[in-house]
């Protein structure tokens, strides 16, 4: 502890013991104990305002190096910053496509972009070929099992054309 071995820390407790008396011995080691306890608490508090005083200093070192160096911008290192403009960017595109769709649905006089062309009887100068050619996509959609399979009015004179 301080450079005192056993022998002598014996010879100590004995001459406490003689000197101050077997009753009042344990009172006297328990404020002696108290009076430890408390230069220690004191000691740990002194040495945690010096190491905040050293932490302290640290930062403004390196505050003042940060505010000194002019290529570096703390403003733009904020990564809200960018999340905010993403986020931005992507309400922008939202409402223009819900602009668009509004514009759509609100003019029902539009022409749709694009209407299926059927014809209901052959030209006169078509060949079969070419008629089976443009029947070749409707015949080759065969129908699911869930549903019925049903021609409609247009493909069954193409159909008897074809194989006639």
Not at 17 to 23: D, N, Q, R, T, W
Not at 50 to 73: F, H, I, S, Y
Not at 115 to 125: F, L
């Amino acid at each position: 502890m301080f450079g005192i071995d056993s022998p002598e820390l014996l010879v100590i407790a004995v001459v406490a013991l003689v000197v101050i008396g077997p009753k009042e011995l344990p009172g006297m080691l328990r404020s002696w104990g108290k009076w430890m306890a408390q230069m220690r608490g004191m000691a740990s508090e002194f040495r945690g305002h010096v190491d905040e005083m050293v932490r302290q200093a640290d930062l403004d070192d390196v505050k003042k190096q940060l505010t000194a160096n002019p290529g570096l911008d703390l403003q733009a290192l904020d990564p809200t910053r960018e999340i905010k403009s993403a986020l931005q960017e992507g309400m922008a595109e939202g409402e223009k496509a819900m602009a668009e769709a509004k514009a759509k649905f609100d003019n029902p006089l539009a022409e749709p972009e694009s209407a299926p062309q059927i014809a209901a009887e052959p030209a006169a100068g078509t060949t079969t070929a070419a008629i089976t050619s443009e029947a070749t996509p409707v015949a080759e959609a065969a129908p699911s099992a869930s549903e019925p399979a049903v021609t409609s009015a247009e493909e069954k004179p193409v159909k008897a054309v074809a194989a006639g």
